[in-house]
């Protein structure tokens, strides 16, 4: 089945794709374009949470070692 959905706002597709008699576990192909182009790619992915993992991840790299990389290409 194909379904088109046009300028809706985020928090009302699910009630939408239930409206469509779409089922909860269906599996999609999703397309998401921005109609606001205030938001940059940068921040969609901050407010989307799916780098929020990465705060957990220990810092192995220090400013110490950008310096000296940066010295050893200068060379």
């Known amino acids: 089945m194909r379904y088109?959905?046009?300028n809706?706002?985020?928090e009302a597709l699910p009630g939408e794709m239930?409206?469509?008699?779409?089922?909860p576990h269906q599996r999609l192909r999703v397309?998401?374009?921005t109609?606001?182009?205030?938001?940059?790619?940068?921040?969609?992915?901050a407010r989307g949470g799916g780098f929020a993992h990465l705060?957990?991840?220990p810092d192995i790299y220090g400013d110490a070692d950008?310096?000296?990389?940066?010295e050893a290409f200068r060379g």
């Open 66 to 70: 950008l310096i000296e990389r940066n």
């Open 8 to 10: 809706i706002e985020a």
């Open 55 to 57: 705060a957990a991840e």
């Open 35 to 45: 109609l606001d182009d205030d938001i940059s790619i940068t921040e969609m992915n």
């Open 4 to 6: 088109i959905l046009e």
């Open 31 to 33: 397309v998401v374009e």
């Open 18 to 23: 239930r409206r469509r008699g779409i089922p």
